[in-house]
């Protein structure tokens, strides 16, 4: 009887390794999901005149790349709540309240072609289309001031996946190829051919942003995260799936603090995307770096350039007299010090 009971166990282990190495071994990954909807955001864009772009960093956001559970139980990419008029399947799902309804899809491809109709007959949504299909950073600020999501960064979250990503390449002609050369490009990169295009000097007006390999030091690896210090503060990098909830366990802090000491509200619900800087403890007052200023470029806010030099955004709008909530301007000159 002990040695049937030892291999029952044993059995039952076993199975469970097995399932736990099937989920990690189906979870999509970004460069995956990209390459298998480009096409239809392409055809979107050309149908309909939304960023092919914006279309892919969506679906990239909003379904994790196709990996949350809201996903996988409704092939909904998109978010896309009942409403109303919504007469299809749904499901129901908890987001910024508990068991809310949201549109169910027989395909992935049915949940596109409703993300494309739903922007383009919705009123709400009709200042968007007055932007060029490549003007993308525009489109993400339209989707939020229209009220897509309710995650106040949102807009900087569609663009930093647009650029990490490379997808503005499917914005122009012939994008497909575009960004196939340019990925072929990026995987025959040598280390040598990377290091001989970085600067030596830093200047003392940052153009756009600062270099990160100058000043994010790997300091150790903690329950899992490699934390680094940027101007003299750390943080670490959130990974596919991560949520604030889990780093802030990690590093025995409260959510709510983790939330605003990266300037997010501490109400939201969003969580980070994968390759997003999270600080784990509180940003200074000032640019410690050698650069003394920053010049502004397109698509930047105050909260962005704040995250990117680790300076506490009050401090930063302080520093240039700045009201909350002004818009900065491309050239604009930001004292980091």
């Known amino acids: 009887m002990k040695f049937l009971k030892q291999t029952t166990y044993i059995l039952v282990l076993i199975l469970s390794l097995s399932a736990l190495e099937t989920v990690a071994q189906t979870r999509q990954t970004r460069e995956e999901y990209i390459d298998k909807y480009k096409h239809i955001a392409i055809e979107h864009m050309e149908r ?20 949350s559970n809201l996903a996988r139980r409704s092939n909904n990419h998109f978010g896309i709540k009942c409403k109303s008029n919504w007469k299809g399947d749904r499901v129901y799902h908890t987001d910024d309240a508990p068991d ?22 919705s009123p709400r949504y009709d200042s968007l289309f007055a932007y060029s299909s490549s003007d993308y950073r525009s489109w993400a600020r339209g989707l939020k001031a229209a009220g897509y999501a309710t995650a106040p960064d949102y807009a900087q ?39 001989s295009q970085s600067s030596v000097d ?3 007006t940052v153009e756009g942003g600062i270099d990160p390999n100058r000043y994010r030091v790997p300091e150790r690896t903690y329950n899992g995260y490699s934390v680094y210090a940027n101007n003299g503060v750390h943080y670490v990098v959130a990974r596919d799936g991560d949520s604030f909830a889990r780093i802030a366990s990690t590093f025995a802090v409260t959510e709510r603090t983790l939330r605003k ?47 990117e030099y680790g300076i506490r955004e009050k401090r930063l709008r302080t520093m240039n007299r700045l009201k909350s909530g002004a818009a900065l301007v491309e050239g604009q000159m930001l004292k980091l010090n």
Request: glycine residues 6%.
């Open 202 to 204: 830093m200047p003392q």
């Open 157 to 195: 979250r569609l663009t930093r996946i647009i650029e990490e990503n490379l997808l503005f390449l499917f914005d122009e002609d012939n994008g497909a190829e575009l960004y196939a050369a340019r990925m072929r490009a990026e995987r025959g990169r040598v280390d040598d051919e990377f290091a």
């Open 100 to 121: 809310e309804c949201f549109r169910k899809y027989d395909s992935v491809e049915e949940s596109y072609e409703d993300h494309a109709e739903f922007l383009d007959q």
């Open 261 to 307: 000491w990266n300037e997010i509200n501490p109400k939201s619900k969003a969580d980070p995307v994968a390759g997003e800087w999270i600080y784990i403890e509180q940003k200074q007052s000032k640019w410690q770096g050698e650069g003394l200023s920053h010049r502004v470029a397109t698509g930047e806010t105050l909260t962005s350039i704040a995250q």
């Open 48 to 67: 309909y005149g939304i960023p092919a772009s914006i279309t892919l960093a969506q679906g990239i956001l909003e379904s994790d790349s196709g990996n």
